[in-house]
């Protein structure tokens, strides 16, 4: 038997360092070549790195958080024949911690003596899975997602894996067998409200770390100043109608988002200086003649912004097709680094949630954005008369270093006017 050390693989494209996100193997497991054991994140996207052999997982190095460089060792396996052991190198300096120890399974209670009783009795709540005392039940986060979203209690649900690592199948077996981790039965009347006092410490790793960087990258050092505006979209609605009743064979339905983008290429193209790139280091405001916009899209892995490149070259169905290619890519995570770069401004959308306004924060390098709220029918006063009509609200928010408020605003009444008259959009 051998050792093979391999190292952290060049990814490509100028990458010389990767994020460990998750481990999908520890110290003990047989994989087989080709096995996924591990997802790095980089500043263009996230990889799976499949092993290079068949053998057994003897060491792995760094922890989710942690920054490998590339050309380093990352992880160890027991091999048949020699293995590669000249290939070994210093490992980087990180926090390894062991794997736990196999957790002890829990001792059956020993059931109770029979005794008479006029009713049945309450069953009693499932008991906690014994780990090792400073440890926790062990989880990939997309299965701790499953059981938020079922009211699991992970502390209740044992696991297979190694070191006791709660799988997928984990926890489809504890949910199939009526168990959430609540009592499954109490006396009538009784209250189903209990004390809580656990806490779940959930390190800030890979997109969501690069999201937070990037937060505040961007508000700290753009001075934003935002502005909000309300847009009547009743005959906006009666054209998107119809266009969707009558669209052509394999053409997407229509959402107000294509509209909007074919809006803002009429609008930027009168207000360049809001489709621009600020480069802070240099000082230097670079204008686009492409429009490319970013579409923020949140996904199970966190927010990411897909662009739809030269929206000032298609039509609507067009802008409409790219838009569901880009955001289905990502939520699939299946986009490319070319899908998720190169914008030159950004269209964020809360969706159904709506809301009556917001202050997004800009897509650094860009100086501005704009924020789309669901449409809504209201009351409101036409020619003297109170009227129902759809209205939208817009919220926009710009580098004041770059942008002035005046020509923000116009940039987002101009936007409003082309809405409101749909028709000036296509002319």
Request: net charge negative.
């Amino acid at each position: 038997m051998g050792t093979f050390a391999f190292k952290m693989p060049d990814i490509g494209e100028g990458v010389v360092e990767g994020e460990v996100v998750e481990w999908m193997v520890a110290v003990g497991d047989s994989v087989k070549e080709d096995d996924p054991i591990l997802s790095v994140m980089t500043d263009k996207a996230t990889v799976e790195i499949p092993s290079p052999v068949d053998g057994k997982v003897t060491k792995v190095i760094g922890e989710a958080g942690d920054i490998l460089p590339v050309g380093v060792v990352c992880i160890e396996f027991e091999v048949d024949g020699d293995g590669n052991a000249s290939a070994s190198a210093p490992a980087p300096e990180a926090k390894v911690e062991p794997a736990p120890a196999p957790e002890p399974k829990a001792e059956p209670a020993p059931a109770p003596a029979p005794t008479p009783a006029p009713a049945a009795t309450p069953a009693p709540a499932p008991a906690v899975v014994e780990r090792a005392p400073g440890t926790k039940a062990l989880a990939s986060p997309a299965v701790r997602q499953r059981a938020r979203q079922a009211n699991v209690d992970l502390n209740f649900v044992a696991g297979s894996g190694p070191a006791g690592r709660i799988s997928h199948a984990d926890l489809d077996a504890h949910i199939a067998g009526g168990a959430n981790g609540a009592s499954r039965a109490r006396p009538m009347g009784a209250s189903a409200r209990v004390e809580k006092n656990g806490t779940e410490d959930i390190k800030v790793i890979g997109l969501r770390r690069k999201i937070a960087e990037g937060m505040v990258s961007s508000y700290s050092t753009i001075p934003h100043f935002s502005y909000f505006e309300e847009v009547d979209v009743t005959a906006l609605e009666e054209l998107r109608q119809h266009l969707n009743a009558t669209r052509p064979e394999g053409a997407p339905k229509l959402t107000y988002l294509p509209f909007i983008m074919q809006a803002l290429v009429k609008a930027l193209d009168e207000r360049p200086e809001c489709n621009a790139l600020y480069d802070d280091d240099s000082n230097v405001v670079t204008r686009h003649e492409a429009i490319n916009l970013g579409i923020a899209t949140q996904t199970d892995r966190g927010l990411f912004v897909p662009v739809v490149k030269h929206v000032e070259a298609m039509d609507i169905w067009q802008a409409a097709t790219e838009m569901t290619r880009v955001t289905s890519a990502t939520r699939d995570g299946k986009a490319t680094a070319d899908d998720l770069s190169g914008s030159t401004f950004t269209i964020t959308s809360l969706g159904r949630l709506g809301g009556l306004g917001a202050t997004p924060i800009i897509n650094k390098p860009e100086v501005g954005i704009l924020g789309v709220h669901n449409a809504k029918d209201r009351a409101v006063v036409k020619d003297g008369n109170i009227v129902i009509r759809r209205i939208m609200n817009l919220s926009s928010s710009w580098d004041h270093r770059v942008v002035d408020g005046h020509d923000g605003a116009s940039l987002v009444h101009l936007i409003k006017s082309y809405l409101e008259h749909p028709a000036t959009i296509f002319m």
